[in-house]
């Protein structure tokens, strides 16, 4: 879903923004309202164009950033919500009052080079996740701010305050002061590493383990941060059209009810990826496919996406081998891209996909007496070889009868493999079928699996692993067949195309040896609106027959196409900065990333062999030229890695967050007041961690406000165990 601009967005899953948060005229934050009756925050961009959601690669901008710039000498307080920020810039006037999109889950990608040589005090909220959100920016600005300090929040204030709200009792806006002095008199030094100052609520008293699990922190803006309703309502202007609230600091509030748990992070029940995705950017396939899919989308009732990341794939699998496209001599990449149609059922998922296959069934089908001419000749030569032994065993058995030399077996006389005809089209991945698959479509085939959650689970497997990996290269591989017999394969380029549901992705991805997901691209559009049938057909298949036909038909001959001097110019800038965010990522998103490179070539290459099919005017391309890469960078960056995104975020993003998922999810299904580690790892991760490994995953859910640890006094080694927060319960079923 997309705009003109951000006051204009609408959130599909969450309606009108309660308020808009401008950082910059291409990023903003809003304040949505979630299902469960909380608040949460969702980035928004701005392509220049138009304005949709999508959460663009760190580093993100800071709050205020043109109130550091105007005041440069200032000092600046870090506060962990837009609320906040303006709450305290109404308090604080001597100080630039900042703060950070995503809340205290998203503190790793800040921007924090506005904050270079500045002295920063930071504010925590009052709760487990604001300090230890503070402590890890506290240790990033060593080295960049001037001093960083700490603000110390009494312990008896309520939890969860911040100073969006209004003021616990018995507390002025000079109390609020004094804290502040207090805090900048006594700075950390940044070029010396020591224990930040803490704060843990009053009934928090076991500090809470950091280290490995304080990468379970960086999780999608929208699904992790609380931004308080109380807030939003006392939060003046932003882009918001409402009138504006005067936040009321001086009102003495009730005393609050101090909960002896901290809040839990309720992004781990979530099931959902945050935000809409951007939609597929048609305009990058030549104009008549861009035609096609637009028909063929209106006829099937299915999104445009689907339609168009299936005509890629099956194009690609046409091509298969026989076409790579090479940046340098060293470096090439085979026409194979392997591709996932994500959506629930009824989405237009299988019907996307037919719109492509139904033309390639019918290229398969012309094949029918190519296959049966060349079967003809085949068993010809099979007597032939077969009549041909006979006559050399006649000779060998003679040369023995009367001591002579044995005559050499001829080469005719060797018979050939069975029969394998030209099929442009597999459906059964087990390794026979697809070496014979193989045999007889030397360049590629395509696999289509409906759905695609079996061969995700078993690809990994022994010697399918081995193929599997040589598939997506294009590579030679030696296969054992039955017998012991080994049958060498010069090219086995297999492009994919298959269909998942969204419950079906964290099962799927959770095998630990399975890389073929990171090889996946991801589409998972919403459902298309209604349309009703169209008068005509809108779509030319004839012509579409007779494009595909063209790739289909390519010389045999393996032919690499360099890059034009301009799109490797180009291709050499995405690099860059593909290089630089790498170090970013981690877990699954870091996988996949990290063949980004490789991918966009792959696009590049097809986007060329379509635009060429839709004339077939002038000879096949030796080039790839600047526009085909320039929308194949456009199509990996803008809309694949946002999608892929998406997926690994619904799969939980890496191994410990899956397990940590998993094990929540249980613990909900099953009522747990308390749960031991033993229980952990034998019934809600079916033994597939380690005593380690589950230690981590319940520190991931202590950390998360899920558990809390039990101290025994007992004789011996104490039981590990934890008590769990009533707060799962409360939220069953929603």
């Given at each position: 879903?997309?705009?003109?601009?951000?006051?204009?967005?609408?959130?599909?899953?969450?309606?009108?923004?309660?308020?808009?948060?401008?950082?910059?005229?291409?990023?903003?934050?809003?304040?949505?309202?979630?299902?469960?009756?909380?608040?949460?925050?969702?980035?928004?961009?701005?392509?220049?164009?138009?304005?949709?959601?999508?959460?663009?690669?760190?580093?993100?901008?800071?709050?205020?950033?043109?109130?550091?710039?105007?005041?440069?000498?200032?000092?600046?307080?870090?506060?962990?919500?837009?609320?906040?920020?303006?709450?305290?810039?109404?308090?604080?006037?001597?100080?630039?009052?900042?703060?950070?999109?995503?809340?205290?889950?998203?503190?790793?990608?800040?921007?924090?080079?506005?904050?270079?040589?500045?002295?920063?005090?930071?504010?925590?909220?009052?709760?487990?996740?604001?300090?230890?959100?503070?402590?890890?920016?506290?240790?990033?600005?060593?080295?960049?701010?001037?001093?960083?300090?700490?603000?110390?929040?009494?312990?008896?204030?309520?939890?969860?305050?911040?100073?969006?709200?209004?003021?616990?009792?018995?507390?002025?806006?000079?109390?609020?002061?004094?804290?502040?002095?207090?805090?900048?008199?006594?700075?950390?030094?940044?070029?010396?590493?020591?224990?930040?100052?803490?704060?843990?609520?009053?009934?928090?008293?076991?500090?809470?383990?950091?280290?490995?699990?304080?990468?379970?922190?960086?999780?999608?803006?929208?699904?992790?941060?609380?931004?308080?309703?109380?807030?939003?309502?006392?939060?003046?202007?932003?882009?918001?059209?409402?009138?504006?609230?005067?936040?009321?600091?001086?009102?003495?509030?009730?005393?609050?009810?101090?909960?002896?748990?901290?809040?839990?992070?309720?992004?781990?029940?979530?099931?959902?990826?945050?935000?809409?995705?951007?939609?597929?950017?048609?305009?990058?396939?030549?104009?008549?496919?861009?035609?096609?899919?637009?028909?063929?989308?209106?006829?099937?009732?299915?999104?445009?996406?689907?339609?168009?990341?299936?005509?890629?794939?099956?194009?690609?699998?046409?091509?298969?081998?026989?076409?790579?496209?090479?940046?340098?001599?060293?470096?090439?990449?085979?026409?194979?891209?392997?591709?996932?149609?994500?959506?629930?059922?009824?989405?237009?998922?299988?019907?996307?996909?037919?719109?492509?296959?139904?033309?390639?069934?019918?290229?398969?089908?012309?094949?029918?007496?190519?296959?049966?001419?060349?079967?003809?000749?085949?068993?010809?030569?099979?007597?032939?070889?077969?009549?041909?032994?006979?006559?050399?065993?006649?000779?060998?058995?003679?040369?023995?009868?009367?001591?002579?030399?044995a005559p050499e077996i001829p080469a005719i006389a060797q018979e050939t493999e069975a029969f394998a005809p030209r099929r442009l089209i597999a459906d059964d991945p087990a390794l026979g079928?697809?070496?014979?698959?193989?045999?007889?479509?030397?360049?590629?085939?395509?696999?289509?699996?409906?759905?695609?959650?079996?061969?995700?689970?078993?690809?990994?497997?022994?010697?399918?692993?081995?193929?599997?990996?040589?598939?997506?290269?294009?590579?030679?591989?030696?296969?054992?067949?039955?017998?012991?017999?080994?049958?060498?394969?010069?090219?086995?380029?297999?492009?994919?195309?298959?269909?998942?549901?969204?419950?079906?992705?964290?099962?799927?991805?959770?095998?630990?040896?399975?890389?073929?997901?990171?090889?996946?691209?991801?589409?998972?559009?919403?459902?298309?609106?209604?349309?009703?049938?169209?008068?005509?057909?809108?779509?030319?298949?004839?012509?579409a027959l007779a494009a595909l036909g063209a790739l289909r038909d390519l010389p045999e001959a393996v032919r690499v196409l360099p890059l034009t001097p301009d799109a490797r110019m180009a291709?050499?800038?995405?690099?860059?900065?593909?290089?630089?965010?790498?170090?970013?990522?981690?877990?699954?998103?870091?996988?996949?990333?990290?063949?980004?490179?490789?991918?966009?070539?792959?696009?590049?290459?097809?986007?060329?062999?379509?635009?060429?099919?839709?004339?077939?005017?002038?000879?096949?391309?030796?080039?790839?030229?600047?526009?085909?890469?320039?929308?194949?960078?456009?199509?990996?960056?803008?809309?694949?890695?946002?999608?892929?995104?998406?997926?690994?975020?619904?799969?939980?993003?890496?191994?410990?967050?899956?397990?940590?998922?998993?094990?929540?999810?249980?613990?909900?299904?099953?009522?747990?007041?308390?749960?031991?580690?033993?229980?952990?790892?034998?019934?809600?991760?079916?033994?597939?961690?380690?005593?380690?490994?589950?230690?981590?995953?319940?520190?991931?859910?202590?950390?998360?406000?899920?558990?809390?640890?039990?101290?025994?006094?007992?004789?011996?080694?104490?039981?590990?165990?934890?008590?769990?927060?009533?707060?799962?319960?409360?939220?069953?079923?929603?």
């Open positions: 879903m997309s705009a003109r601009d951000f006051a204009s967005l609408t959130h599909a899953n969450h309606g009108k923004p309660l308020r808009w948060w401008r950082y910059t005229d291409a990023f903003a934050v809003a304040d949505l309202h979630h299902h469960q009756g909380r608040t949460i925050g969702a980035v928004a961009v701005n392509n220049g164009t138009s304005c949709y959601w999508h959460e663009p690669l760190p580093p993100w901008p800071l709050y205020r950033v043109p109130a550091l710039q105007a005041r440069r000498d200032a000092p600046v307080l870090v506060v962990e919500s837009e609320a906040a920020a303006e709450a305290a810039g109404a308090l604080f006037a001597d100080h630039v009052c900042v703060t950070w999109p995503g809340g205290s889950n998203a503190v790793d990608k800040a921007d924090l080079a506005p904050l270079r040589g500045r002295a920063v005090v930071l504010w925590p909220d009052h709760d487990g996740a604001g300090v230890t959100a503070m402590e890890r920016l506290q240790v990033r600005l060593r080295g960049i701010a001037c001093t960083v300090a700490l603000v110390v929040v009494p312990r008896g204030w309520p939890d969860r305050w911040t100073l969006a709200h209004t003021l616990p009792a018995g507390v002025t806006v000079e109390t609020l002061r004094g804290l502040l002095r207090e805090a900048s008199r006594a700075p950390d030094n940044p070029g010396v590493v020591e224990a930040p100052c803490t704060l843990r609520p009053a009934a928090d008293d076991n500090p809470r383990p950091q280290g490995e699990v304080g990468a379970l922190c960086d999780s999608p803006v929208g699904a992790a941060d609380d931004h308080d309703p109380e807030a939003v309502e006392k939060t003046p202007e932003a882009l918001s059209s409402e009138d504006d609230v005067p936040v009321q600091m001086n009102a003495i509030a009730a005393p609050a009810v101090v909960s002896d748990w901290p809040a839990p992070d309720f992004a781990m029940l979530d099931d959902d990826p945050v935000g809409d995705l951007p939609a597929f950017p048609v305009d990058v396939l030549p104009p008549f496919w861009r035609h096609w899919s637009r028909g063929a989308a209106r006829e099937a009732n299915a999104p445009v996406d689907l339609v168009a990341l299936s005509l890629l794939t099956t194009a690609a699998g046409l091509i298969g081998g026989a076409r790579r496209i090479a940046p340098v001599p060293s470096w090439s990449e085979p026409c194979v891209l392997w591709t996932a149609l994500v959506g629930a059922p009824a989405c237009g998922k299988t019907a996307a996909l037919e719109t492509s296959l139904r033309l390639v069934r019918a290229l398969d089908r012309d094949l029918a007496d190519v296959n049966a001419a060349q079967q003809r000749r085949h068993v010809t030569a099979r007597a032939v070889a077969r009549a041909e032994e006979w006559w050399w065993r006649d000779g060998v058995r003679g040369a023995v009868a009367n001591r002579r030399a079928a697809m070496c014979a698959a193989l045999r007889g479509n030397p360049r590629g085939v395509l696999l289509v699996r409906d759905p695609l959650a079996d061969w995700l689970n078993d690809n990994a497997r022994g010697a399918d692993n081995s193929f599997w990996q040589a598939s997506w290269s294009g590579n030679a591989c030696s296969i054992a067949a039955r017998r012991a017999c080994v049958v060498s394969l010069d090219c086995t380029a297999v492009s994919i195309l298959g269909t998942i549901r969204p419950e079906a992705i964290t099962a799927a991805l959770a095998r630990r040896d399975a890389d073929a997901a990171a090889r996946l691209l991801f589409a998972w559009p919403p459902r298309a609106a209604f349309e009703p049938l169209p008068d005509m057909m809108a779509v030319d298949d004839q012509m291709f050499d800038r995405f690099r860059r900065r593909h290089h630089d965010q790498a170090g970013r990522l981690e877990g699954c998103e870091a996988d996949w990333w990290s063949r980004g490179a490789g991918s966009v070539l792959r696009l590049a290459g097809v986007l060329m062999f379509l635009a060429w099919s839709q004339e077939r005017i002038m000879p096949e391309p030796t080039q790839v030229a600047l526009w085909a890469m320039r929308a194949a960078i456009g199509l990996w960056l803008e809309y694949l890695w946002p999608h892929a995104r998406g997926v690994f975020q619904l799969a939980g993003g890496s191994v410990q967050e899956r397990q940590a998922r998993r094990a929540l999810r249980w613990l909900q299904h099953h009522g747990k007041a308390e749960v031991s580690r033993t229980e952990l790892r034998r019934s809600a991760l079916g033994r597939t961690c380690d005593a380690a490994e589950t230690g981590r995953v319940a520190e991931a859910l202590v950390m998360g406000g899920w558990l809390r640890p039990v101290s025994a006094i007992t004789r011996g080694r104490p039981p590990v165990r934890w008590t769990v927060n009533d707060a799962l319960h409360a939220t069953r079923g929603l």
